[in-house]
């Protein structure tokens, strides 16, 4: 079974691999890539030095849970280096994927496999109201309920835009499509649920893998949304043609063909119309704003109101980019900066033989399949990332570095997996105004990171927070920023918190939970 490290789980897929730790040892030394060059020093949280017993959350529930010596600890610990308790306020959420702080004061969750938006109580996780997206679709794989946005008038117009997919069927009685549209539906507080709903932008390619399914409103007004290149050219789907590299043609702008609009972002009016002032990629003008993308599941609008993306890397090369319009952002040809490091080309699906062949991320790309280096793409418009996650030389030995990970050799590459990008705009915790969070799923950690006065770079070290054997999905704050709610995944694997060479767990401490990390500052000792 191959697992890749990006792709979300289903709660049943992971249920027999929990006895690989039968304890989970916490140490306070740091976990790197040992005996591998990388760029960027991978260093865990200092986490107390304890045991927990098997399937043990140190994350407790709040107020209702009585603590073990072990977990009182582990709380202690976060406490007294990071400055925060920290509480699960709800638990069993359904593939958790979107986490907003609404206008009204209370938290929206997009669930994704429960097809629906949750709206819960930021003090105690009371689930107020859940309001079902009518005719999603979801089939075991990365697709169902994404992205969602409010309107930027949303307390006159109760406007919420919700990007999921559906099965798209054909008159001629074809197997039904997997599609992506963004609706707008009408909140109504009185019954605490969304009706109305109005069709922004429909028949947007669907997957079962790299939707991405992030949106939000730029500071100009308009909808930004993410679409992945759905997971083409690898795994499952290494046969079909990765499509982050083509631009649609004048006839398929009119005839809304969206089928390549595959691994870019998108930039439309509310209405879901094309903006008068998007970009001409080539002369022609579309709801592209950048393309080149493989999976951006992170969007933020940054201080000076440039908009920055975190991409999921292939094996290596996470990137985080500040997007300049009509950008290319090199995928598939680049990944990460074009320096032919680790990353090639490999295109399976040219390949005349692709359905004989047996797909390998790792071992030299077989007869049939080209390889293209990195030097070779010569755009004009190459934009490179702001930072990546994590570069590597050339040559690196992906299949030694994946060994201690067994089956699951993509949690030890050099990557974080990051689901999220937020801006952090307070001035309540001291170091962190105008910083960006990224969560990450198999780095089982938030990256907090500094930008220039220009925001066209990361200035420093990026700072990794909150380290944990969890999958981190979404972040939000509230208003007053002293609180960080975080959701996680159901399942799937995350880096082991322990000595040595990096091995996974798929025992995770707080699955599909709402976590609220509440900052009362470092080294105060009175837990709450
Ligand atoms: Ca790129
Ligand atoms: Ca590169």
């Known amino acids: 079974m191959f697992i890749h490290k990006d792709s979300k789980f289903n709660s049943t897929r992971y249920i027999v691999t929990v006895t690989l730790f039968g304890l989970i040892l916490l140490s306070v030394v740091p976990a790197t890539f040992s005996g591998f060059s990388i760029n960027t020093t991978i260093t865990a949280t200092n986490i107390v030095q304890t045991v927990l017993a098997q399937g043990e959350d140190p994350f407790p529930l709040t107020n209702n849970e009585t603590l073990t010596p072990a977990q009182q600890q582990a709380r202690e610990q976060l406490l007294n280096e990071q400055g925060f308790s920290v509480n699960v306020i709800a638990r069993n959420l359904s593939a958790p994927l979107n986490l907003l702080y ?34 999603a679709n979801q089939s075991k794989g990365q697709d169902g309920v994404l992205g ?8 006159s117009t109760h406007h919420i835009y919700v990007a999921y997919t559906y ?44 939707n991405s399914g992030r949106m939000t409103f730029g500071p100009d007004g308009k909808l930004y949304y993410t679409i992945g290149d759905q997971g083409k050219n690898q795994l499952a789907l290494a046969c079909l043609n990765n499509m982050a590299q083509h631009l649609p043609t004048v006839e398929e702008v009119a005839a809304k063909n969206w089928s390549t609009y595959e691994g870019k972002v998108l930039r439309m009016n509310p209405d879901g119309s094309i903006p008068e002032d998007n970009p001409a990629i080539n002369g022609i003008q579309s709801h592209i704003y950048t393309y080149g993308h493989r999976n951006a599941q992170g969007i933020a609008i940054g201080p000076t109101g440039d908009i920055y993306i975190s991409e999921h890397g292939d094996n290596s090369d996470d990137e985080v980019n500040r997007l300049v319009a009509g950008g290319n952002y090199g995928w598939p040809y680049v990944s990460g900066y074009i320096d032919d490091k680790a990353y090639q080309y490999y295109n399976w699906s040219a390949a005349k033989n692709c359905p004989e062949l047996k797909f390998n991320d790792v071992a030299p790309a077989p007869v049939g399949v080209t390889v293209k280096s990195e030097s070779e793409f010569n755009a004009t418009n190459f934009v490179p990332p702001i930072q990546t996650f994590y570069t590597v030389d050339k040559g690196f030995n992906f299949t030694e570095a994946g060994k201690s990970c067994g089956e699951m050799t993509s949690t030890c590459y050099p990557t974080v997996a990051p689901s999220s990008l937020r801006l952090y705009t307070s001035d309540t915790i001291p170091g962190w105004e105008n910083n960006l969070l990224m969560t990450t799923l198999k780095g089982g950690k938030i990256i907090k990171m500094t930008l220039d006065d220009n925001g066209t770079a990361v200035k420093g070290k990026p700072q990794d927070l909150f380290r944990s054997e969890n999958r981190y999905r979404d972040i939000a704050f509230s208003p007053d920023g002293s609180t960080i709610y975080v959701i996680t995944d159901p399942a799937g694997p995350v880096q082991a918190m322990k000595d040595g060479p990096i091995t996974p767990t798929t025992t995770l401490w707080s699955p599909g939970a709402l976590i609220a990390f509440n900052y009362v500052g470092a080294g105060n000792s009175t837990l709450q």
């Open 102 to 135: 609404g206008p009204d004061d209370t938290l929206w969750i997009t669930e994704r496999v429960g097809k629906d938006i949750l709206r819960v109580d930021p003090t105690n996780g009371t689930k107020l109201s859940t309001m079902p997206i009518p005719n």
């Open 148 to 155: 969602m946005a409010f309107d930027p008038n949303f307390n």
């Open 167 to 210: 099965e798209k069927t054909s008159d001629e009685g074809a197997a039904p499509e997997l599609k992506t549209k963004i609706t707008r539906f009408t909140y109504d507080p009185t019954t605490n649920n969304i009706s109305e709903p109005l069709d922004l932008i429909s028949g947007l390619s669907g997957s079962s893998d790299h």
